[in-house]
C-alpha cells in the first residue's frame, strides 16, 4: 500500500467526522483503544501512535515500521439536575462518534522517529432541558434548553529521539482548533450595568492556538519503563457571533422597547498545562502491570471566562451600557486536577491480548460555581479491552464505565443564586474501537 492513499484515507477520516460530537465528557486522559482498557495508562508499544502523540512523545522512538492509527469513540452520558424548581431533569443521552487517528514512522538510518496526526483534547458537552428559575426581580424565561459546549481537536506533528538503548525523549507542536457555543439563559456576572440580570443567549465563536509538549521514556532494566511528559497550556481567542432576547428579564423590570439583539462575540480561553508521569512493570512474561498520575493544572486557566460582545444592536442595552460593546466575565475558580489511573494487561497467546484498568480523580469544579452546563465532576472509570492481531492489522476494542458523580450547592458563587441548593449527577459508558495497520 503506497502512503497516498494511506494518508487520504486518514485525512478524510479525521475531516469529515471530527464534528459529530453528541456527548458529554471533558480532559481527553487518553487517546489510544489499549490505554483506554488499561484504565488510562500509556506504555510504549510499537504501533502505538495516538498515545505517542498525545501523552508522550519519547514513545514514537519504539515504532517498528510505518503504522497507521486509527481509532474510533462512541460515548454515552446519562444525568440528572435537581432544584427547587426542577426534579430529575435529564441531561440528554444522545450519543456521540469521534474518529481520530495518526501516521508514524522510524526515520530510516537514523535515531530519530516522527507522527501527525489529530486527537481530542478536551470535550465537554452538555445537553439539558429544565424550568428556569425566577432571578432578578423574579424573571424567568420558563422551560428552556440549556446547552453548553467546549471542545478542542488538536492536530500535532511530532519527533522522537532515541539517545541509547536505555534512553529516548520526544517533543511535539500542536495546533489546537476550539469551538464554543451556549445556548440558554444567561445571567450577566461582572458588566457593571447589566450584573445580575438575565437575557436568553445563543453564543458561538471558534479560534486557533498552539501547544509543544515534550518527554522521556527510560528503561533501566528490561522489565521496567518510566516516562515523564510535559504539555504546554494552548491561550485561544476565539471569535463569532451572539443573539439573543431579553423579553422576560425587559417584562420584569417594566421596560417597554424591543428586547432581541445581535453581537460580534470573542471568547478567551486558556487549555491548562499538564503533566504526566508513567511506570510499567513487566512482572513475567505475558503480564504487564502500569501506573500513571497525571496533573492538570486547571487552577491557573479555568479561572475566569471572559466574554466581550461589540456591535450590539438593542438601543434600549446600549443606551444602559452607554455604547455597543459589554465585557462580561463567567467565575470559574477551578482546582487543579489530579488523576491515577491503575492498568494490567495479560497476553494470552501471541495474537490475543486482554486489559483492564481503573483510574480516579478529583473534581475540579468547586460547588460555589457548579452548574449542570459545567458539571465535569467525574471521577471513577473502570475499564477492560483486548488486542487481536492478524497479519499486519491490530484490531482492539476497549468499554469503559464511569458510575455517576454526585455534586451539590449550597450556597451559589454566581449572581441572582439560581444555582443555590442544587444537585448535579452525571456519569459516562465509552466504547472504543481501533485498528492499527503496519506496513
Known amino acids: ?12 477520516c479525521l475531516t469529515f ?42 514513545g514514537l522512538t519504539f515504532l517498528r515500521g510505518r503504522n497507521l492509527d486509527l481509532q474510533l469513540d462512541g460515548i454515552f452520558a446519562r444525568g440528572s439536575f435537581e432544584d ?3 426534579t430529575n431533569a435529564p441531561l440528554s443521552n444522545r450519543p456521540g462518534i469521534i474518529p481520530f487517528g495518526a501516521f508514524g514512522m522510524p526515520i530510516k538510518h537514523s535515531r530519530f522517529s516522527f507522527g501527525v496526526g489529530m486527537t481530542p483534547s478536551l470535550l465537554s458537552r452538555g445537553d439539558w432541558h429544565y424550568f428556569d428559575a425566577p432571578g432578578a426581580a423574579g424573571a424567568n424565561y420558563g422551560f428552556q434548553k440549556n446547552l453548553s459546549e467546549i471542545t478542542a481537536f488538536n492536530c500535532t506533528a511530532g519527533v522522537g529521539f532515541v539517545v541509547n538503548s536505555k534512553l529516548s525523549l520526544g517533543a511535539t507542536i500542536g495546533a489546537d482548533y476550539n469551538t464554543n457555543r451556549l445556548e440558554a439563559p444567561y445571567i450577566f456576572q461582572s458588566q457593571p450595568v447589566l450584573a445580575g440580570l438575565k437575557t436568553l443567549l ?22 521496567l519503563e518510566a516516562g515523564l511528559a510535559w504539555k504546554s497550556h494552548t491561550m485561544i481567542d476565539s471569535t463569532g457571533s451572539a443573539s439573543g432576547d431579553a423579553y ?10 424591543p ?14 498545562q499538564s503533566v504526566n508521569g508513567t511506570l510499567a512493570w513487566q512482572a513475567r512474561p505475558g503480564w504487564l502491570f502500569a501506573f500513571q498520575c497525571d496533573w492538570i493544572h486547571w487552577h491557573n486557566s479555568f479561572v475566569n471566562l471572559p466574554v466581550a460582545l461589540t456591535n450590539g444592536t438593542n438601543a434600549t442595552l446600549n443606551s444602559l451600557v452607554g455604547g455597543t460593546s459589554l465585557n462580561d466575565g463567567v467565575p470559574l475558580e477551578w482546582k487543579d486536577q489530579y488523576v491515577f489511573h491503575f492498568g494490567a494487561e495479560h497476553r ?18 468547586p460547588d460555589s460555581t457548579l452548574t449542570p452546563m459545567t458539571a465535569a465532576i467525574f471521577t471513577n472509570q473502570i475499564s477492560t479491552g483486548f488486542t487481536c492481531t492478524r497479519g499486519r492489522v491490530h484490531y482492539e476494542a476497549a468499554y469503559s464505565f464511569g458510575p455517576e458523580s454526585t455534586q451539590s450547592v449550597g450556597q451559589s458563587a454566581l449572581l441572582s443564586g439560581e444555582y443555590n441548593n442544587s444537585t448535579v449527577k452525571v456519569g459516562t459508558q465509552a466504547i472504543r474501537l481501533g485498528l492499527t495497520y503496519q506496513f
Open 17 to 58: 467526522g471530527t464534528f459529530n460530537l453528541k456527548a458529554q465528557q471533558f480532559y481527553w486522559d487518553s487517546a489510544s483503544t489499549r490505554a483506554s482498557g488499561m484504565g488510562g495508562v500509556y506504555v510504549a508499544s510499537s504501533s502505538d501512535v495516538v498515545d505517542a502523540l498525545e501523552t508522550n512523545p519519547a
Open 202 to 223: 445563543d453564543l458561538q465563536t471558534s479560534g486557533y492556538g498552539w501547544n509543544t509538549s515534550v518527554g522521556f521514556l527510560a528503561h533501566p532494566t528490561k522489565k
Open 248 to 257: 422576560a428579564q425587559f417584562a420584569a423590570l417594566g421596560v417597554n422597547a
Open 259 to 272: 428586547s432581541t439583539f445581535t453581537y460580534n462575540a470573542a471568547v478567551h480561553n486558556i487549555l491548562p
Open 348 to 365: 494470552l497467546t501471541e495474537n490475543l491480548s486482554f486489559r483492564a484498568g481503573f483510574s480516579h480523580t478529583n473534581s475540579p469544579v
Open 84 to 86: 427547587p424548581y426542577n
Open 1 to 12: 500500500m503506497r502512503f497516498r492513499p494511506l494518508f487520504i484515507m486518514l485525512f478524510g
